[in-house]
């Protein structure tokens, strides 16, 4: 008799491990990664590893959640030219939730096109690209000429990424100010197609 629940137990231990394995392998399916808080180097980071990682397994779309105040230029520019070479063999939906603004704004809509969703009450906001340095005015000189350049690639992919031409998007950042949206608005402009 006690060989016998030796085996039923083995039997269970076996049945958990494949129940577990078979969670994990449907983990991994979903292909979902998120975007919470800053775009940082360290956000930049996981999120490019995951996109690449996983779009090289060619295991179907990617589910891209974002809810960020914003962050480094340098960081956006990066997650969304992996997102812009990925989707073209991976779909990339995306799902603004909560709050998508500055620098998020770009990689929600960078979505592929038909999947950018975002929530009925989540708040967008664009502006301008800003800068916060110091120093000598030949360096002020030139960083801002950088940022005036890094601004125009900016407003390119943007307006090349939405309905918001180039003209309309330089309107606003002309504003000086934040300009805030409903979702209904960006869904209006293109920055996302669905609201849920």
Same mark, same amino acid.
């Given at each position: 008799?006690?060989?016998? &629940? ?46 690449? &990682? =996983? ?80 120093? =000598? ?30 003209? =309309?998007? &330089?309107?606003?950042?002309?504003? &000086? ?20």
């Amino acid at each position: 008799m006690g060989k016998k &629940k030796g085996k039923n137990k083995k039997k269970e231990e076996l049945e958990i491990e494949v129940e577990v394995e078979a969670e994990a392998e449907e983990d991994i399916s979903l292909g979902m990664v998120e975007l919470y808080g800053p775009v940082d180097e360290e956000k930049s980071a996981e999120v490019i590893d995951f996109i690449l &990682k =996983y779009s090289y397994g060619g295991q179907g779309p990617i589910q891209f959640l974002i809810s960020t105040h914003g962050g480094l230029a340098s960081e956006m520019f990066a997650i969304y030219d992996v997102m812009r070479m990925t989707r073209e063999n991976t779909e990339i939906l995306t799902l603004g939730l909560g709050k998508v603004m500055s620098a998020g704004v770009l990689l929600l809509a960078a979505g592929s096109k038909g999947g950018r969703q975002i929530g009925a009450n989540c708040k967008v906001m664009i502006h301008g690209l800003r800068a916060e340095q110091g120093g =000598y005015l030949p360096t002020l000189q030139n960083d801002l000429e950088e940022l005036r350049r890094l601004e125009e690639s900016y407003i390119k992919v943007l307006s090349e990424e939405t309905n918001m031409s180039k003209r =309309y998007i &330089k309107k606003l950042f002309s504003k &000086k100010l934040d300009v805030f949206l409903s979702a209904e608005e960006a869904v209006d402009l293109g920055i996302a197609d669905i609201i849920v």
